[in-house]
């Protein structure tokens, strides 16, 4: 499959004619100044461009007809325009309004179709490439993380951030790559999102249930990492190259990206490579394992026509990520590694880490590999007055953990997960202002292990399918929408049988009869069903305010792990047991907001309630005597659990740019979840220390204040920018403490400073971009509550007080963008 998908990297269609018409323009403030940098697009379509530094931009390949163009930048209102196009050139000038924030945007997540993002009584919240690009970020999801209130992370050192919602995360958060579900064993603690974070033009996240419109494993919300398109003018190759360094890893991040448009045909490639030795604080030192090399690929061909539109997308990914488990010496508290297997294993006995191999860039032969591969088409077509849209699909994961020092080519755990997936929706006709959508979305899955000596999961196959009905009407300055859907999922699994393999001494997938075969996964048949629906509002009481509100019943079933684990995940070093009996999860969530918008002040406040039914959790296995199970020396054990939950919380958000200042912004966000088990039997059985639910985050906050230096004609550095942020996490007192599962975290406040500019040509064109950040200016120790190595102890007592391993220290961060 690897050989394929670069040779289809290579592949370009025949140029296909249609009639399209060209733009050009202007953007420009309230001052006549120009807006640089500017996006302009046709709403509804892929055609877009970017203005160059003094606020010129070119739109080819517009469809004939009336259409509606958007002008937007970051910290200014958006304005559209509706013009009627010809087969000729128009001339369309914009002005923007400042504006603190974007209220106003257009989101395509988590909804039917395009929506002005105060409108839609589903949570969504958005980031753009510039946010993303003005950070140093080791993935896109850190990355999101800082600039999303609502959204965390669990994590495994830098370059590994699950993401959580509202408190809720793993298959209960769906995450997709411009629509495409991502399948990568999400599940697993161990390893991050299989995607290429210098190629996502716009992160969009829905905060809630989305079931209504994906499905199982979307009942806590969406991630929709969203690459961009081909923006320049026809005929002409423009592309970027981008380097960045951080110091606390040594990170080294190269970029090249390429795009190409001409009369409506469409392509793209980008090349990445990024390499990181151990991470650093002042606690620990140098973290042993925690280093990574990554390789991805990405291409994109396709036509941008009057009739519509259609992608296809090719990409590969190549991930060597280092695996920390923090054995230590118990006295000097220096890492150790391990070098005998676990039957020999001492991991309080083993040899120190010598400081070349803390600073090296090599990976060890502890270590798993990631390669992900992904084929799909993206079709938008007009079609009997409404818009037929069609996404095809085909991914395949293989992910191996090498665990074993005598035999470092020998994995511990190998699996192939091959994803087909598709998803078609028609948007009827309006009639009488009301908007109906219905589709149908679903996936087929075969997971299977390759040459392994661990097996966590059986083989299995799944069949996913769901259908949905969507509506939404506006009356006046109410807008209510809602939807049905129902879903089946059948999961299937035959007799899998483990035995030692002579020749290796380890143990190997074998056959019923075979010599020494045990049964681990008896067969299972099992299908799940689920009703989701959502029904809300938006409503306008002025033109600043709008209030929202949202009913929402979400539905998940059981992954995996959850139903039929038995045995060792190597990575994360927890053997799990899984209940064949679950049943699925249905919650009922209840969001209401308010927001306020204008010019030089955004306000939002969400509030939510989230009740789940038959919620799956880990919780440590203990024996009749209370201590801690151990199967696999070295490593804990887990037991899912099922119990009713409940999650409550809010988020905020203010920010502001004095019409005084128009040149100073600030920013303000506050974001609170509580979840706790709701189950009466199970707290009167457990008491006081089985109350709250696992990987809660605390309570977040985040404050940033930036100047930008106004723009001016004639000057060679342009959207230069200063800023200070400030990252607040309060204690985490309400931890799942039943069996000492987790245990509190104290507070912390980490301080960020940053600064950039852009240089232009004499033509006013960006001849390269400068950004440069320090974030934990003050090389603050400390933990974060979803921190997994924070637990990485095997010691009662340390010499120093500090059990656990610490987040990263200071990070001096430069990053150097030059387009062309």
């Not at 298959?171 to 495409?180: E, F, K, P, S």
């Not at 209504?212 to 806590?220: F, K």
């Not at 190409?260 to 390499?275: C, E, I, K, M, V």
């Not at 230590?328 to 391990?338: G, H, N, V």
Request: charged content about 20%.
């Amino acid at each position: 499959m690897k050989t394929l998908l670069l040779i289809l990297l290579c592949w370009l269609p025949r140029l296909a004619l249609a009639q399209a018409a060209e733009i050009t323009g202007t953007v420009r403030d309230q001052q006549r100044q120009p807006v640089p940098f500017a996006s302009v697009g046709v709403v509804g379509t892929t055609v877009g461009a970017t203005a160059d530094a003094t606020g010129r931009f070119e739109l080819r390949g517009v469809p004939t007809g009336v259409q509606r163009l958007r002008a937007s930048a970051v910290g200014f209102a958006p304005a559209e325009r509706r013009v009627t196009v010809a087969t000729q050139l128009l001339t369309i000038d914009f002005g923007l309004e400042t504006a603190a924030a974007g209220l106003g945007e257009v989101v395509v997540t988590g909804v039917s179709r395009a929506t002005e993002l105060r409108r839609s009584p589903v949570p969504i919240a958005t980031l753009s490439r510039r946010e993303i690009t003005l950070n140093a970020n080791t993935n896109v999801i850190d990355a999101a993380v800082r600039g999303i209130p609502g959204l965390s992370a669990v994590t495994t050192g830098p370059n590994v951030s699950k993401p959580f919602i509202r408190g809720l995360g793993y298959n209960r958060v769906l995450t997709l790559y411009n629509g495409l579900r991502q399948e990568g064993q999400q599940w697993g603690d161990e390893h991050g999102v299989e995607v290429d974070g210098y190629d996502i033009e716009r992160v969009e996240v829905v905060k809630g249930p989305a079931s209504l419109l994906y499905g199982s494993d979307a009942v806590a919300g969406v991630v929709n990492l969203l690459p961009a398109l081909p923006d320049g003018p026809d005929g002409r190759l423009r592309g970027e190259v981008l380097s960045e360094y951080q110091s606390n890893n040594g990170l080294v991040g190269n970029s090249l990206g390429l795009n190409y448009q001409n009369h409506g045909l469409q392509t793209s490639f980008r090349a990445s490579h990024r390499l990181a030795r151990d991470y650093r604080n002042s606690v620990d030192g140098a973290v042993y394992n925690t280093g990574f090399r990554e390789l991805t690929l990405t291409g994109m061909v396709g036509l941008n026509k009057a009739w519509g539109s259609t992608h296809a997308y090719l990409t590969l990914y190549d991930n060597r990520q280092e695996i920390p488990d923090g054995s230590r010496d118990s006295l000097s508290r220096r890492f150790t590694r391990q070098v005998f297997e676990s039957g020999r294993d001492d991991i309080k006995n083993r040899p120190l880490v010598g400081e070349a191999e803390l600073e090296s860039y090599a990976i060890s032969p502890l270590h798993q590999r990631i390669r992900h591969y992904r084929v799909f088409t993206k079709t938008q077509v007009h079609l009997g007055g409404g818009e037929l849209h069609l996404l095809l699909g085909a991914q395949q994961n293989n992910r191996e953990e090498f665990n074993h020092p005598t035999v470092p080519s020998q994995a511990g755990l190998a699996l192939q997960l091959t994803t087909y997936s598709y998803d078609v929706r028609y948007h009827l006709p309006e009639w009488q202002g009301l908007q109906i959508s219905v589709g149908s979305n679903g996936m087929g899955q075969l997971n299977r292990h390759q040459q392994a000596t661990d097996f966590p999961i059986p083989n299995y196959d799944l069949l996913d399918a769901g259908s949905f009905l969507l509506l939404k009407k506006p009356l006046g300055k109410l807008e209510l929408s809602g939807g049905l859907r129902y879903d089946t999922r059948l999961i299937t699994w035959s007799d899998f049988y483990v035995a030692p393999n002579p020749a290796t001494g380890f143990g190997a997938e074998s056959r019923a009869g075979a010599a020494g075969a045990q049964l681990q996964f008896p067969a299972f048949r099992q299908q799940y069903r689920g009703v989701s629906a959502s029904v809300g509002g938006s409503f306008l009481a002025t033109e600043r305010l709008t209030l929202r509100a949202n009913l929402a019943r979400g539905y998940r079933a059981p992954n995996i792990p959850e139903i039929g684990s038995n045995g060792l995940d190597p990575g994360a070093h927890i053997v799990y047991l899984g209940n064949r009996e679950f049943r699925p999860e249905f919650s009922w969530q209840q969001d209401v907001g308010v927001l306020w918008h204008q010019p030089t002040l955004d306000v939002s406040v969400e509030i939510f309630h989230n009740y789940v039914q038959n919620f799956i959790y880990q919780a440590r296995l203990l024996s009749a005597a209370g201590q801690p199970v151990v199967i696999v020396p070295g490593n804990t054990t887990y037991q899912f659990q099922q119990a009713a939950a409940r999650l409550y919380g809010l988020e905020a958000s203010l920010s502001l740019r004095p019409a005084a200042l128009p040149w100073l912004a600030s920013t303000s966000s506050i974001a609170f979840v509580n979840g706790e088990n709701a189950d009466a039997a199970r707290l009167q059985r457990d008491g006081p220390a089985a109350r709250y639910l696992p990987l809660i985050p605390p309570l977040r906050g985040r404050t940033e204040l930036r100047a930008t230096l106004p723009a001016r004609e004639g000057l060679r550095l342009t959207a230069t920018y200063f800023r200070a942020s400030l990252d607040g996490s309060g204690r985490q007192n309400r931890f799942l403490a039943l069996d000492n599962s987790e245990t509190a975290t104290a507070g912390y406040a980490l301080l960020g400073l940053g600064a950039g500019t852009t240089f232009a040509s004499r033509a006013g064109r960006p001849v390269a971009q400068l950004v440069l950040q320090v974030d934990n200016v003050f090389d603050t120790a400390y933990q974060a509550h979803l921190n997994r190595l924070k637990y990485f102890e095997y010691y009662a007592a340390s010499p120093t007080g500090r059990a656990g391993i610490y987040n990263p220290g200071r990070n001096v961060a430069v990053k150097v963008v030059v387009p062309f």
